[in-house]
């Protein structure tokens, strides 16, 4: 069974900073391309974040600078420290395999509120 359990979620000021976690299990995550995705309230799921095996990065054009992704394959936990936190980043955090998505479906996400 392929699990993933996000955590570190909050209510921050703007301008503040979060870390978020996700532990995953059930796959192969050393090889895999891990990513963070982005709700929010009323609209469609971003990617927002990506690294791969190797630790080469990716992000949006709206967290450049600000959000760092990271992982550490012997723990299979990926990380995003989130600083600068700005309202527009409310909203509901998930980790996962960008590749997989489709069947593997999504965790309970952690929640991030950033208040002006």
């Known amino acids: 069974q392929v699990t993933r359990v996000e955590s570190g979620g909050g209510l921050v000021q703007a301008g503040g900073s979060l870390r978020l976690s996700c532990a995953a299990s059930?796959?192969?995550?050393?090889?895999?391309?891990m990513g963070w995705y982005h709700q929010a309230p009323g609209k469609q799921r971003e990617l927002v974040a990506t690294?791969?095996?190797?630790?080469?990065?990716n992000y949006v054009d709206s967290v450049k600078g600000r959000f760092t992704i990271s992982r550490d394959n012997v723990k299979n936990t990926v990380y995003l420290q989130m600083t600068s936190l700005k309202p527009e980043d409310t909203g509901v955090y998930y980790c996962?395999?960008?590749?997989?998505?489709?069947?593997?479906?999504w965790g309970q996400g952690t929640q991030v509120t950033v208040s002006s």
């Open positions: 059930g796959i192969i995550f050393s090889i895999n391309t």
């Open positions: 690294i791969t095996r190797d630790g080469i990065t």
């Open positions: 996962n395999v960008p590749s997989l998505t489709a069947t593997m479906g």
